[in-house]
């Protein structure tokens, strides 16, 4: 449980601020916005004085601070500002009195309308924010681009061309403060409602503004925009405990790792990057079969197929029907499915304008239809990519942001209603934060297309003339970076980070080898997200497998992405940890990454990351250590497991896998009065 902190709003009735344990976060609440011709600027006009009462609402009992801003003599917005005292929250309201017309400013998140807030950061706050994923639309095909993290150490650094949800404010650590955890106070800022077209932004004066897209030309009386001011401490643990809040209020549980295939188990991919990726080989009934026959004869525990693009389609990215392309499928997926007992996670785009389902624009009823052929199909996820497309090329998922919301709902509900998960890709921000009230929206890729790192794989597509690809060309640092930084946060949120799928054989023919296959097993048997792989039959290295798969085919996966350690955050040296939590025994796992373009030397202190008594395992050198030290080159890992010491002993695991004691194998664990311990693991047989 979140420590209370003490939260406080004032007001002199010309300038306003929050306040958090005896320090200013927020100063400056206003508003900034058109209504036909005419700019709503609260910071250039007295403001008036905030009445207060107290009231109670789903969130609990706040003390509540109201005014209202004016353009002339006319009320155009009812303000609020409502501090939860027990929570550590405080929510500010944006209410329109009357209908208002005239906000459109141009087809555009990054130029946004109906700011309400618009506040100033204090000065000696750093930032981590997350890119929103949408910019300009009317441009060209396909639009937007991944949600990026971005720090920095003051509000001017804060990008002024770029939208983004949430601001994460922290204040900085003492590196140097040996064995104390590292968890600063942290101040979360994210849209409260309408996720689907609200961001943040920074203005050129230096406010930000919580706005709603620039296409939005009127709200109806009485409607509400929403921000939410999280306080808490630990970069992580406020993080999660935010999603804690957003998921309760929408009653939807954190997903359960074996509730769900995707989770639980390995499998085979072909999207960009996989060897039968439709750039490269392909698939089709004949390869799917072979394909599940070489994992029965090697006994590779893959469990079902990932699979791109199966569907009638005149574009990459838009889909004119999801129905099984007949020339590589002429029995459909099914009979595949039946025959091979491996069902699907089954590839979306964003509908092409001549798509077959007619319906007049109607989701509800399009997604219920598709929703049935994937089902019918034999699909257990839905993995709809080309998300942040489908909203760049519809205008009224931008202009209106009750029909985006509904829009997002109805895609999800279609899904429900058939039983299947929901991966998301090429997403927004606002999509994440918007999953917390999707009970089947389960995961979410993190980071561009693994392709876009494989140097092999590009330089075959230009040597076939398909050069746009290696424009797209992106450093192994920035993916895990990216990864990292995007899959704690979504994490928080309840979605489990998908790193996209990897090659697992280091010298794969026809270009595909990827020297770093040990790195990426092990970053993404530490996502605790999904696991997939795309080599050719024949090819996949059995071992790396070994280190990710129990002979059951049930994931060694640790029990949450790695959560960033909060003061390494502006050094090329990034170190993070997770862990395995059962019972009484909790095992973590310590992983160092350099993100620079240079060897770094470290040396982890590892009281910065727990405070308990712990054995230091070196994973790759296979010994036990005094302590965490070494040297890294660019985009090299260093992996370090610490047990609980426990008398003279501490129990490992399986050191023939990545994550050595998944919580799941843990049964039972009894420490003695005499110092040791004993505990029980289930292990499958012949393990």
């Not at 929250?89 to 944006?94: G, I, K, P």
């Not at 992580?236 to 929408?250: M, Q």
């Not at 997926?333 to 491996?342: F, M, P, Q």
């Not at 058939?418 to 389960?442: F, V, W």
Request: with cysteine.
């Amino acid at each position: 449980m979140p420590q209370r902190k003490q939260i406080e709003f004032i007001n002199d009735g010309k300038s306003s601020a929050l306040i958090c344990e005896g320090r200013e976060w927020i100063t400056d609440f206003g508003a900034y916005f058109p209504v036909n011709g005419k700019w709503l600027n609260s910071h250039r006009a007295d403001t008036n004085s905030f009445h207060e009462r107290t009231d109670e609402d789903d969130l609990g009992r706040y003390h509540r601070y109201e005014t209202i801003y004016y353009i002339e003599q006319t009320p155009i917005i009812r303000f609020t500002v409502k501090v939860y005292h027990d929570l550590s929250v405080v929510v500010t309201e944006a209410e329109t009195p009357a209908d208002l017309h005239g906000l459109r400013i141009e087809d555009s998140f990054s130029n946004s309308t109906f700011n309400a807030p618009t506040f100033r950061i204090a000065d000696d706050l750093n930032f981590l924010l997350y890119t929103f994923g949408l910019d300009r639309s009317g441009d060209d095909y396909p639009g937007g681009y991944w949600p990026e993290a971005i720090y920095g150490r003051s509000s001017e650094e804060i990008p002024l061309d770029k939208p983004f949800a949430p601001l994460i404010l922290f204040q900085e650590t003492d590196k140097e403060d040996a064995g104390t955890v590292d968890r600063p106070p942290v101040l979360i800022v994210a849209p409260f409602n309408f996720y689907i077209t609200s961001l943040l932004r920074r203005f050129d004066d230096g406010y930000i503004g919580r706005g709603l897209h620039g296409a939005v030309d009127k709200l109806s009386q009485g409607t509400v925009t929403k921000t939410i001011f999280f306080f808490g401490d630990g970069l992580a643990e406020t993080i999660c405990a935010f999603g804690d809040l957003l998921l309760n209020l929408s009653g939807k549980k954190r997903p359960v790792t074996r509730d769900h295939l995707l989770l639980e188990r390995l499998g085979h991919w072909n999207a960009y990057g996989g060897y039968y990726a439709e750039i490269f080989h392909g698939l089709d009934e004949e390869k799917l079969r072979e394909l599940a026959a070489y994992f029965r004869m090697e006994k590779i525990p893959v469990s079902y197929f990932g699979l791109d693009l199966w569907y009638k389609f005149d574009r990459i990215g838009l889909a004119r029907s999801y129905s099984p392309q007949k020339g590589k499928y002429p029995r459909g997926l099914k009979g595949v499915r039946d025959e091979t007992k491996l069902p699907y996670v089954l590839h979306l785009s964003a509908l092409d304008k001549e798509h077959q389902y007619g319906s007049d624009g109607d989701f509800s009823q399009i997604y219920r239809r598709i929703a049935a052929q994937l089902s019918e199909e034999g699909g257990i996820t839905a993995w709809h990519d080309w998300l942040r497309t489908q909203q760049h090329l519809t205008a009224k998922l931008r202009c209106d942001p009750q029909a985006a919301e509904e829009w997002f709902a109805e895609i999800a509900q279609a899904f429900s209603g058939e039983s299947l998960s929901m991966l998301l890709c090429m997403e927004t921000m606002g999509m994440n934060l918007a999953s917390t009230q999707q009970p089947n929206i389960i995961a979410v890729r993190s980071f561009t297309d693994y392709l876009f790192g494989q140097a092999g794989q590009l330089a075959d597509l230009d040597d076939r003339n398909l050069g746009g690809f290696s424009r797209e060309s992106t450093a192994k640092q920035a993916f895990i970076k990216q990864n990292l930084f995007v899959g704690m946060f979504c994490w928080g949120l309840g979605l489990y980070p998908f790193y996209d799928l990897f090659i697992t054989n280091q010298h794969h023919p026809e270009g595909f080898a990827d020297p770093q296959t040990v790195e990426e097993a092990l970053l993404r048997a530490l996502s605790a997200g999904p696991v997939g792989i795309g080599d050719k039959i024949g090819e996949v290295d059995k071992e790396i497998v070994d280190r990710l798969v129990f002979p059951d085919g049930i994931l060694a996966k640790a029990d949450h992405p790695p959560f960033i350690v909060p003061s390494t955050i502006f050094d090329d040296l990034l170190v993070t940890y997770t862990e395995s939590q059962s019972a009484n025994l909790r095992t973590i796992y310590l992983l160092i990454c350099n993100v620079g373009e240079k060897n770094q030397e470290y040396r982890v202190d590892i009281d910065r990351i727990c405070d308990d008594d712990r054995l230091i395992y070196d994973y790759f050198a296979e010994t036990m250590v005094d302590c965490a030290y070494g040297t890294l080159p660019p985009a090299g890992i260093a992996y370090y497991i610490l047990p609980p010491r426990v008398g003279e002993v501490a129990l490992i695991g399986f050191i023939d896998k990545y994550v050595t004691l998944p919580a799941e194998r843990v049964t039972g664990v009894h420490k003695l009065a005499a110092g040791g311990m004993t505990t029980t693991l289930h292990a499958p047989p012949h393990h």
